[in-house]
């Protein structure tokens, strides 16, 4: 299984909302990753968990609030979001942080925040 | 920080070759990485590059040179399915690896 999932496909919310994103990998990835991807940008590094532990948060604002259940999950928690953050939001793994090892993309949650 | 530059769009004929470059200038540079992307999919490995030189893979290959800040991407015998952005990351290592994308190059790929 070299797949990475991610549910919702679509997700359309409102400014006051609170939604989940959710993301689930079975390779025995120890690193998982968020990414913002606009239209016609390439992807943007938000949050990076390592061995479950969050390593790197890119300066992201609050209202997103990641959490790593566990090896295989990854969450992406929403909070009155504005409608700037709408954008395609990639979960990616690889095996560990610092290897030489390719990431692995899911399919992403397209996200519109009316 | 990170500066990486690609051509933002490029044509090419089914059937041809065609060379996307990639240009970067990075303090602790670890890897370059091409990824392809499909409109309104994820991001798909190609090839990764962390030594000077050519990798091959199939009908695509990539070369480095880090003296350079260089890279680029082949693409041989292209197909209509080609059509797609190309995305360069590069790796750096500041106490630990991030992946910093370019803008990407769009190639359309016409019969």
């Known amino acids: 299984d070299t797949e990475v999932t991610q549910t919702p496909k679509h997700l359309v919310m409102g400014m006051t909302n609170k939604k989940s994103l959710k993301c689930e990998q079975h390779?025995?990835?120890?690193?998982m990753y968020w990414y913002k991807q606009k239209a016609k940008k390439p992807p943007e590094l938000m949050f990076v968990?390592?061995?479950?532990?969050?390593?790197i948060n890119e300066s992201v604002p609050s209202r997103f609030s990641p959490e790593c259940p566990n090896s295989s999950l990854l969450n992406l928690h929403l909070h009155a979001l504005q409608p700037e953050d709408s954008a395609l939001y990639l979960c990616?793994?690889?095996?560990?942080?610092?290897?030489?090892?390719?990431?692995?993309f899911g399919p992403g949650t397209r996200l519109t925040v009316l | 920080g990170q500066n990486i530059d690609q051509p933002t769009e490029m044509t090419a004929t089914e059937g041809a070759i065609v060379q996307i470059n990639c240009t970067y200038q990075?303090?602790?540079?670890?890897?370059l990485f091409w990824y392809q992307q499909h409109a309104g999919e994820a991001p798909t490995f190609l090839s990764y590059n962390v030594l000077d030189g050519l990798e091959e893979k199939g009908r695509f290959s990539s070369f480095l040179s880090r003296s350079k800040g260089y890279s680029y991407l082949l693409l041989k015998e292209l197909q209509m399915k080609d059509s797609a952005s190309y995305l360069c990351?590069?790796?750096?290592?500041?106490?630990?690896?991030?992946?910093?994308f370019g803008k990407g190059t769009m190639l359309l790929v016409s019969p």
């Open positions: 990616a793994s690889s095996q560990y942080r610092d290897s030489n090892n390719e990431q692995f």
């Open positions: 990351a590069v790796r750096d290592y500041r106490g630990y690896s991030t992946l910093t």
């Open positions: 390779m025995g990835h120890r690193a």
């Open positions: 990075t303090s602790g540079f670890n890897g």
């Open positions: 968990y390592s061995y479950e532990k969050l390593s």
